[in-house]
């Protein structure tokens, strides 16, 4: 079972009072066009979950919410609302600010999760069975609407929890494990089963997936930060590691005062502040591009540099440097961005010190199910058609396992709404597979 930790620093969201709250939804336009839910990928309706904070019903706002996002507590946590939902708002102008959605949602949600509101229910036996291979924030989302449904559905997860990086890999001032584990439970009391430290190609065949099911949802996300490919980088910590561990058990045993992170995205921002509030004293962010090609939202980079973040750019590593098997030191190159791609600059090394190095290059592909499964694929990105199907029949895909490399990082309520589609399209298939009435 999972440890519940005390890590320290404070949770970065502010609690509204009951005033702010009443405020801030009252200061609503409910625009019948409504922008904001335009730009919630999820669609949101905006408008209505936030006149119903202001009539006093916070369980049909939260309904409203998680009927279109289930994953909505999380994403009033994490969601990068300025470029969504506020970034679309009509006040958002020079002279006024928008409406704090992302705070009205976490209210909402938050009063549902602390009265332990069970919001949907199964729908009626379709005698349809699904698969869904992954339990993180597309499977969930999957899962919650096959259910709704009512087909069968077996989550396989490869972990001890469900979640995924909701759960594992976001850091807890930003997004406890409570919250994510609430969002999955939603799921569960709709009568999913869970097979949980089961990983599809090793524990259970591919074959039998499709044996077996009706239907199958290749949620499976991605994999480990792959190594940096220096000497010496085998004392690395992986990014998802690190922030697993000080998720799980509040600490990480030989941090140091001195912590370098290599990598720029939303995953290396975590591991920055995570590290600073885990005590270390110098904490540097380094990057072979430029402050403009940082990959992680604009949002979190502001939050790292208020927490004291260092930033060092146009710089990639060269090998880390240990004695008795401790790091002391990381070497470096500057380097130019020519026509697009990276190049170092000849003898323009420099070494830095440091305790410890965090890799958050990326993440690597799950290239093992994915095969297995037999669906096409691009180096481990699952080619998917606009309604989430592969290439191979019954086979549909959702998440992480089809976000391409060399675009923005994916968002949590992009999986969402990926898993709404995929359910949809499953739902559609298994109508054609069977022409029961009830799906007239």
Not at 67 to 82: D, F, K, Q, Y
Not at 135 to 160: C, K, M, S, W
Not at 216 to 228: E, R, T, Y
């Amino acid at each position: 079972m999972m440890s519940k930790a005390t890590f320290p620093g404070a949770s970065i969201h502010k609690v509204l009072t009951d005033l702010e709250v009443s405020i801030e939804a009252n200061r609503c336009l409910y625009c019948y066009d409504a922008p904001c839910t335009k730009a919630c990928p999820t669609h949101i309706d905006i408008p209505r979950f936030i006149a119903q904070i202001a009539d006093g019903n916070v369980k049909g706002s939260a309904r409203t919410i998680l009927e279109a996002n289930p994953l909505g507590a999380s994403c009033a946590r994490v969601c990068p609302v300025s470029e969504l939902c506020e970034g679309a708002c009509v006040y958002h102008t020079e002279s006024d600010t928008p409406i704090r959605i992302g705070d009205l949602q976490r209210y909402a949600t938050d009063a549902a999760r602390e009265r332990d509101m069970h919001i949907f229910q199964a729908g009626p036996p379709t005698g349809r069975r699904v698969a869904i291979v992954g339990g993180g924030p597309a499977g969930i989302a999957a899962a919650r609407d096959l259910r709704r449904y009512g087909h069968a559905v077996t989550i396989f997860e490869a972990r001890e929890r469900l979640g995924g990086l909701n759960t594992y890999g976001i850091v807890p001032f930003r997004l406890s494990t409570d919250v994510a584990l609430w969002e999955a439970e939603q799921v569960l009391a709709l009568g999913c089963d869970v097979r949980t430290n089961v990983r599809v190609g090793d524990d259970v065949t591919a074959a039998s997936l499709t044996d077996e099911f009706d239907a199958v949802i290749l949620a499976c996300g991605m994999g480990n930060v792959p190594p940096l490919g220096i000497p010496g980088d085998e004392y690395a910590w992986d990014a998802l590691r690190f922030i697993e561990r000080a998720k799980t058990t509040g600490s990480a045993p030989g941090l140091g005062n001195r912590v370098a992170v290599i990598g720029a995205g939303n995953t290396a921002i975590d591991a920055l502040t995570c590290a600073k509030r885990l005590g270390a004293q110098r904490v540097t962010m380094y990057y072979r591009r430029g402050e403009g090609d940082m990959p992680a939202y604009d949002f979190e980079h502001d939050f790292a540099k208020e927490e004291g973040i260092e930033f060092r750019f146009f710089c990639a590593p060269q090998r880390i440097i240990s004695e008795a098997g401790h790091v002391t030191q990381i070497e470096f190159a500057q380097t130019v961005v020519s026509g697009g791609r990276v190049e170092c600059v000849p003898q323009s090394t420099f070494v830095d010190p440091c305790d410890a190095v965090i890799s958050a290059i990326g993440q690597s592909r799950l290239l093992a199910s994915i095969e297995k499964l037999g669906v096409v694929h691009d180096g481990g990105v699952v080619r998917v058609d606009d309604s989430m199907r592969t290439s191979r029949d019954g086979v549909f895909a959702a998440g992480d396992c089809i976000f391409a490399k060399g675009v923005r990082e994916a968002m949590v309520v992009e999986a969402a709404e990926q898993g709404k589609v995929a359910a949809r399209s499953v739902h559609a298939f298994l109508g054609r597979q069977k022409d029961d009435a009830w799906l007239i």
